[in-house]
């Protein structure tokens, strides 16, 4: 926290407190803090961390890793106002005294320090009984292989995603609820407080006046909810105060207050469909919109919406007007392609559950048309996404006994297909793998998964053709498919997958966790983004060569690979893949050999040749 009397010095002061023996990840910033000549002191207290520092950034830019400190130019010389940043992260048992110019000096406890400040919050604090929260099952994971997590165990999870969602910008604590905690600033003027579970009358109480104290204290940034209480509590989001709803609000939507308002739902949806990433995605939207701090993951939108003003949504009519109007008109004459975008006006597409599943109930050459010249080609609304590289994964080193290989890579990724690459052990079926479960709430919950893995025709690239089925907005049973170009990865284990789905470029990068010898189950991690829309993702998937949950006794080797990933088991979305369920039967057989016939055909027509 800036000191207020020093104008040429800001000094930010880190104390962290020791955290299940180990501190994985650290934040601290100023705020807005004119940088002209001023030397800028970064002083980190540090109560029982490590002498290793593993990586420190300024402003989000990598600039020191290992026991190796260098900072590069960081003050601007010219007179600006911009925020500063610093995340830290330690293991081990130190106390340091680092200054601008990096000179270690001796070390000194915090109780050294004259006058400390008082210690910046977490963005983000949840707030859980104040006993019991590692017994009191939680509401994640009623559709997991696993029973659900305990409110104490989902919220730790919750808390690291918030970092990856937010590239390590913000951080969150998870905190006993303490019956003062009107009188704890940590929690106080935290920009975000979660009260989750509480049932207790006492801590009822506690979080009732702290949400009293904090709308007293809000300055249109601040935001709070209790969630499934047993004591309903009005939310404040934002200038938005449901416990005294201003006449702004209703009568003048261009304002911060009907912002707050008409993201009191999005959030309310998000967080009561009770899964990690929807959960996050609804805390994202709202530190983007009113903490002054954009977050990558939610701050594009390719909607018309008030917060855009205006100006901006005029001059996006009026580009897609001109430069498309062509395939704009084509789809609203078209009975199919219109009630597509009649539905999609209806959502929020930062919502990814209800937006992909909207345009898979409604594909059509029309609606890619459309989709590929507005966001792909012409990129209208002048959105850009780049693949999380948050959590860091490592993918698998050795398989059945030997060091992982790119061909014995390859033959994981092909295992059961009846094809002429497909390795010692394979089913030889019509398909490389079913998906068992899932981790991405918007992606890996379909029905009736399956994956397609093979060869290109020159052998140097492979493709990827997953045909799922799709339970649509209307009620139907339908099939979709995509076809994937699959290209290796850096280190063996990993690889680069591309498609144009629905008139959109999506890029991924998947690694392969975990796979038994005998191919009976996989693990994969991916992460990826669709750039012309502004979306980011995460995903994992547990595949079987039939689509049934392995055997229980291997659950252990494969919760810990999926936890290797960031991936807690009680995340996963079992998957149907019953062929004699009604829904299956009446989309008809799955059109598996859709793409890969075609391939097929030009590998025979190549080998003629030869």
Not at 229 to 239: L, N, R, T
Not at 397 to 420: F, N, Q, S, V, Y
Not at 463 to 481: C, S
Request: include cysteine; hydrophobic fraction near 40%; charge should be negative.
């Amino acid at each position: 926290t800036a000191k207020k009397n020093m104008r040429t010095t800001s000094s930010v002061i880190l104390l962290a407190s020791r955290h299940n023996q180990q501190i994985q990840s650290l934040k601290f910033q100023n705020s807005m803090t004119r940088l002209g000549d001023i030397t800028l002191t970064l002083v980190l207290v540090i109560a029982k961390v490590s002498s290793q520092v593993s990586a420190f950034s300024v402003g989000g830019s990598l600039v020191a890793t290992s026991r190796r400190i260098a900072i590069p130019e960081l003050l601007s010389r010219q007179s600006r106002s911009v925020p500063v940043q610093a995340h830290v992260r330690f293991q081990g048992t130190t106390t340091r005294w680092l200054t601008s110019s990096l000179q270690q000096q001796e070390p000194v406890e915090a109780s050294a320090i004259e006058n400390p400040p008082r210690v910046e919050a977490a963005e983000v604090v949840f707030l859980v009984p104040s006993t019991g929260a590692d017994t009191i099952p939680s509401k994640f994971g009623t559709r997991s292989p696993v029973d659900p997590p305990s409110i104490a165990e989902a919220v730790e999870h919750l808390a690291r995603k918030v970092s990856w969602f937010s590239d390590g910008k913000l951080s969150a604590q998870v905190v006993p609820i303490p019956q003062d905690a009107v009188s704890v600033p940590s929690i106080l003027d935290a920009g975000v407080v979660i009260a989750l579970g509480l049932t207790d009358a006492s801590d009822l109480k506690a979080a009732s006046d702290l949400f009293q104290a904090r709308r007293e204290r809000n300055t249109g940034t601040k935001c709070h909810f209790a969630l499934d209480c047993s004591q309903d509590m009005d939310p404040m989001v934002g200038p938005f105060d449901a416990s005294s709803v201003s006449l702004n609000a209703n009568l003048f939507p261009w304002t911060q207050a009907a912002s707050g308002m008409r993201m009191r739902p999005l959030m309310e949806g998000l967080f009561n469909r009770w899964t990690s990433d929807d959960f996050v995605v609804a805390l994202m939207v709202f530190w983007n919109q009113f903490s002054g701090d954009e977050v990558d993951w939610v701050k594009h939108s390719v909607d018309a919406t008030w917060e855009k003003g205006p100006v901006r949504n005029a001059k996006e009519l009026y580009a897609m007007a001109t430069q498309c109007g062509d395939c704009i008109g084509n789809c609203l004459n078209d009975e199919q392609c219109n009630k597509c975008l009649n539905e999609l006006t209806k959502v929020d597409t930062r919502d990814q559950v209800l937006s992909y599943r909207t345009i898979v109930s409604y594909e059509s050459d029309l609606l890619r048309e459309f989709s590929f010249c507005i966001l792909q080609k012409h990129n209208i609304f002048g959105c850009n996404a780049e693949i999380p590289a948050l959590p860091v994964v490592q993918p698998i080193t050795t398989w059945r006994g030997e060091t992982i290989t790119k061909k014995t890579a390859r033959d994981i990724l092909i295992a059961h297909l009846d094809d002429e690459s497909a390795p010692e052990g394979s089913r030889k079926s019509e398909v490389s793998w079913k998906v068992a479960a899932g981790a991405n709430v918007a992606y890996d919950q379909f029905p009736s998964q399956n994956q397609i893995f093979y060869e290109s025709v020159n052998g140097r690239d492979m493709w990827y053709d997953p045909v799922f089925r799709v339970e649509t907005v209307d009620g139907r049973n339908v099939w979709a498919k995509r076809h994937y170009k699959v290209r290796d990865g850096p280190t063996p284990g990993t690889f680069r997958f591309s498609v144009l789905d629905n008139g959109v470029t999506s890029n991924e990068f998947w690694n392969i966790a975990a796979a038994a010898d005998d191919l009976s189950w996989c693990v994969f991690h991916y992460a990826g983004a669709a750039g012309s829309v502004g979306q980011r993702y995460l995903g994992g998937l547990l595949c079987t060569p039939d689509g049934s949950l392995p055997p229980m006794d291997q659950w252990d080797e494969i919760w810990k690979a999926l936890r290797s990933v960031g991936i807690q088991p009680w995340e996963l979305f079992v998957v149907d893949n019953d062929p004699n369920s009604e829904d299956y039967i009446d989309a008809g057989p799955p059109p598996l050999d859709y793409f890969r016939k075609d391939v097929l055909e030009a590998k025979a027509s190549k080998a003629a040749k030869e």
